[in-house]
């Protein structure tokens, strides 16, 4: 694999390993010495829905748990017994130091954004395979951009991708108000779609200025009872049923799921239905991450970031997270 860097990481004690997973709020931040070579660039994290994927400390390892141990499942990719990343953070912005002997895309300098599955992103430097990142708009910034791919690219991926979305569809999107959802409004819209969106009644006048047609609270309208007919249906928030998705939709995409009993529940029935029912997790890619950089560029998306935190906070962010209510992204800063 063709790697490049985003300065370059530094080891990790094998004495400070993580050995189980605990509370989320046991988080241990502190800054520490580092054997990272290359001068320190003011670098932009994004703490979304995708937390969980790497675990460890900030700097060096500590513990952590998938929140509240209701991951279980999770653990056989991420780890059965302890965390296999030591490090939280999967996605970044900040400025190339170094590159592999392979990369021809990337130079020293150049402002960039990506992902990186495998943890590492909250800390000074991270090492990132090229074919997950892409050049920034000449315009963003670091906070906003680092905010962009996990979410920026489910939402995408979930439209173009696999929700095969046209022109003057219609698209129904339940979970709009978060991460996913509200970059799942905007792409829509750029592609000529009309939208009727779900969310909280406080997140009403939130999800209307980011570009719904119609919205709906679910606080106040039984989402379960909904009668309308829609081309496409895209649950962010993982609460519609397979009945839910044949009643309105012709077509439907699953990207979130709220437990592991609905998802098996909504793919049973899937595997032994006829509905256009697609369940996936969205995969890095420079391509779809530079749509998505062109869309900001040009002004057709937008990112919207309800609170930034320094990094010394990144459990308190997780927490925040953890409640389901933001509208939007969080953002965590590495100071200078």
């Given amino acids: 694999m063709r790697f490049w860097r985003v300065g370059v990481t530094s080891g990790v004690?094998?004495?400070?390993?993580?050995?189980?997973?605990?509370?989320?709020?046991?988080?241990?931040?502190?800054?520490?010495?580092?054997?990272?070579?290359?001068r320190s660039r003011k670098s932009h994290y994004q703490i979304g829905s995708h937390f969980g994927r790497g675990q460890g400390e900030f700097g060096q390892p500590c513990r952590?748990?998938?929140?509240?141990?209701?991951t279980f499942f999770a653990r056989f990719s991420?780890?059965?017994?302890?965390?296999?990343?030591?490090?939280?953070?999967?996605?970044?912005?900040?400025?190339?130091?170094?590159?592999?002997?392979?990369?021809?895309?990337?130079?020293?300098?150049?402002?960039?954004?990506?992902?990186?599955?495998?943890?590492?992103?909250?800390?000074?430097?991270?090492?990132?395979?090229?074919?997950?990142?892409?050049?920034?708009p000449e315009e963003a910034n670091f906070t906003e951009m680092a905010c962009v791919?996990?979410?920026?690219?489910?939402?995408?991926?979930?439209?173009t991708t696999h929700g095969k979305l046209k022109t003057g569809e219609s698209v129904f999107i339940n979970g709009s108000s978060g991460g996913v959802g509200h970059f799942a409004v905007q792409i829509a819209k750029a592609h000529g779609a009309?939208?009727?969106?779900?969310?909280?009644?406080?997140?009403?006048?939130?999800?209307?200025?980011?570009?719904a047609d119609k919205v709906l609270a679910y606080d106040q309208?039984?989402?379960?009872?909904?009668?309308?007919?829609?081309?496409?249906?895209?649950?962010?928030?993982?609460?519609?049923?397979?009945?839910?998705?044949?009643?309105?939709?012709?077509?439907?995409v699953m990207v979130g799921f709220?437990?592991?009993?609905?998802?098996?529940?909504?793919?049973?029935?899937?595997?032994?239905?006829?509905?256009?029912?697609?369940?996936?997790?969205?995969?890095?890619?420079?391509?779809?991450?530079?749509?998505?950089?062109?869309?900001?560029?040009?002004g057709k998306i937008k990112v919207y970031i309800e609170k930034t935190y320094p990094y010394e906070k990144i459990p308190e962010a997780i927490g925040y997270i953890e409640a389901m209510h933001t509208k939007g992204k969080v953002a965590m800063v590495w100071k200078e």
Wanted: aromatic fraction near 10%; glycine fraction near 10%.
């Fill in 221 to 252: 309208h039984d989402i379960h009872q909904h009668q309308g007919a829609y081309d496409l249906v895209v649950d962010t928030h993982g609460n519609l049923s397979y009945d839910d998705y044949k009643r309105f939709g012709q077509r439907g």
């Fill in 78 to 136: 991420f780890g059965l017994f302890k965390p296999k990343d030591k490090i939280l953070g999967a996605d970044f912005s900040g400025i190339v130091e170094a590159v592999g002997n392979n990369v021809t895309d990337f130079k020293v300098g150049d402002r960039v954004f990506g992902e990186s599955l495998q943890g590492g992103a909250f800390a000074e430097y991270i090492c990132a395979p090229a074919h997950a990142c892409a050049i920034m």
């Fill in 149 to 159: 791919p996990i979410a920026g690219l489910t939402a995408l991926q979930a439209l």
């Fill in 258 to 298: 709220t437990t592991m009993g609905h998802m098996f529940s909504v793919l049973l029935k899937k595997a032994f239905g006829k509905f256009n029912l697609t369940q996936f997790t969205a995969q890095a890619n420079t391509a779809d991450l530079e749509t998505l950089a062109s869309l900001i560029q040009k």
């Fill in 64 to 70: 952590l748990a998938y929140p509240k141990g209701k």
């Fill in 13 to 38: 004690p094998s004495e400070n390993k993580t050995k189980h997973y605990e509370s989320l709020y046991q988080i241990k931040i502190r800054r520490t010495r580092s054997t990272a070579t290359g």
């Fill in 194 to 211: 009309k939208v009727t969106a779900i969310c909280s009644s406080k997140s009403v006048d939130f999800v209307k200025a980011v570009g």
